[in-house]
């Protein structure tokens, strides 16, 4: 299994390569050179399995065993999954009418992130300790994949972790869980900007090679292969449990699944597509909030980024830069990367794109959409509470909403995901009239001591936010090859 840029620019890279990189080089997103297939005795044989197991299964088509062995691989993925709060993982919770909620959010920062990130997390950590090396991960968040990047991280010997975020676009435990960790390889920024703000200056960071291989940089974004890699896991365990897989013939198509997702960068979406190209028969539907990119690309054709990206009651999918569509774009395609690398660079640069129509068609067959406002927010949660006694957090309403608004379609099973724990959103939660008891781990945030510094907004934010986290870097590595604490 050898990885390419979508871009062109490199090929020929091993999983260990990939996983220590954010971008490609060219500036590109990686991706596996060819994919593998999976067969219907393929899942057949899956059915059944448990979540972490099945992880195992994933991450062994992809991670060729003269990197990871497979004995070491089923402890790494059995420790990084060990620590979640229901002992399956994940759960499927199953209410009236059909509405299947896959639940993700059951690891330490209440949300999906944790799936792939305690896994890439091991994996790093086994190549850094059996080389004796060290390496830093640099992290924009819109609120979640920060504190689960710090809490899978934390202590970690050699990896340090500096994570962006947008102050006052997220909520008091998405913040709680990233400033309240005080570690000495832990690094938080609070930024005067949105998620999209912040992407800019780190994508000028990474693209100085000098600077990523002078500190060993690297991103825990899902511009990460490793992450959307492992979040293939979810989308076949959620096949093999709700497609009625089981009931068909042995020598008759496969049934579909459909599966609604949250999207704000993509990563999930990306997952489900390259599941499709591999032969898992899903019906992907991406749902937006008012952030609607995705929404337009695939309705009309407008690949283009709103002026402003605009606060919503789901502020994890407040995105207008969704960059693991550049992964989608690629396989649509047919891996044409030199009109991958066009495009995305033209998208850089502008913030606009159109589609072609036949491109646009092409992306509308694999791929419907829909969006949602704070308002339908609202009334989902309201309305599955009244039907269910169950409580969905709002990224997971944007999904739900699909539910209550668009007719089944004969014979084919749903599923929604469920991206985050309610927990994690209670002034939504009150908002909609609505209450939820907060387990004791969130309600003990608010006595621990934090730390942060502040990239405050100015005439020239970007370039001085990018000169302050290269000065930055520059300093804790400095501390490292002295052996000392940054922290005293």
Known sequence: MKYCSTRGG??????????????????????????????????????????TKLVVEVASLFIPTQLIPRDDLEVLVGEALSGFSVPEVVRIARLKNGLSVLELFHGDTLAFKDLA??????????????????AMVLVGTSGDTGGSAIQSAKGLPGLDVVVVYPR?????????????????????????????????????????????????????????FSRVMIQ?????????????????????????????????GAGNIA????????????????????????????????????????????PAIDIQDPYNMERVFWLLLGRNEALVKTMMEKFQRSHRHTLPENHRKLLSQVLSTGTVTDEGILEIMRRCWDENEYVLCPHS?????????????????????????????????????????????????????????????????????????????????????SGGAYYT
């Open 117 to 134: 990130m305690t896994c890439t997390v091991r994996f790093l950590d086994y190549f850094l300790r059996k080389e004796n090396r060290r």
């Open 397 to 481: 309403a944007v999904a739900v909403w699909h539910h209550y608004h668009c007719p089944h379609s004969p014979g084919v099973n749903r599923c929604y995901v469920a991206t985050a724990s309610p927990a994690k959103f209670q002034a939504t939660v009150l908002r909609a009239g609505l209450t939820f008891d907060l387990p004791e781990a969130v309600l003990a945030l608010d006595k621990l001591p934090t730390r942060y510094q502040n990239l405050e907004r100015s005439h020239s934010w970007c370039k001085d936010w990018e000169d302050r986290l290269r000065e930055f870097i520059q300093s804790v590595s400095i501390v490292r090859k």
């Open 271 to 314: 997952a489900g597509y390259i599941l499709k190209q591999m032969g898992l028969p899903l019906k992907l539907v991406a749902m937006v909030n008012s952030n609607d990119i995705v929404h337009r690309t695939v309705t009309t054709g407008d690949f283009s980024m709103a002026a402003n990206v605009t606060q919503t009651l789901a």
């Open 168 to 224: 006052g676009r997220i909520t008091p435990v998405q913040e709680r869980h990233m400033i309240s960790c005080v570690q000495d390889n832990v690094h938080v920024f609070a930024a005067d900007g949105s998620s999209d703000d912040i992407d800019q200056p780190l994508r000028r960071l990474f693209a100085d090679q000098d600077l990523v291989k002078s500190h060993g940089l690297m991103s825990l974004n899902s511009v990460n």
């Open 10 to 51: 490199v090929h020929g890279w091993d999983f260990r390569d990939v996983l220590f990189s954010g971008f490609a080089p060219d500036g590109g997103m990686f991706m596996p050179e060819s994919l593998p297939v999976l067969s219907s005795d393929t899942l057949r044989c899956w059915k059944g399995l448990p979540y």
């Open 232 to 264: 293939l896991a979810h989308f076949i365990y959620a096949y093999l449990e709700l497609s009625g897989m089981e009931k068909a013939d042995a020598d008759t198509a496969l049934p579909e699944l459909e599966v609604v997702v949250p999207t704000g």
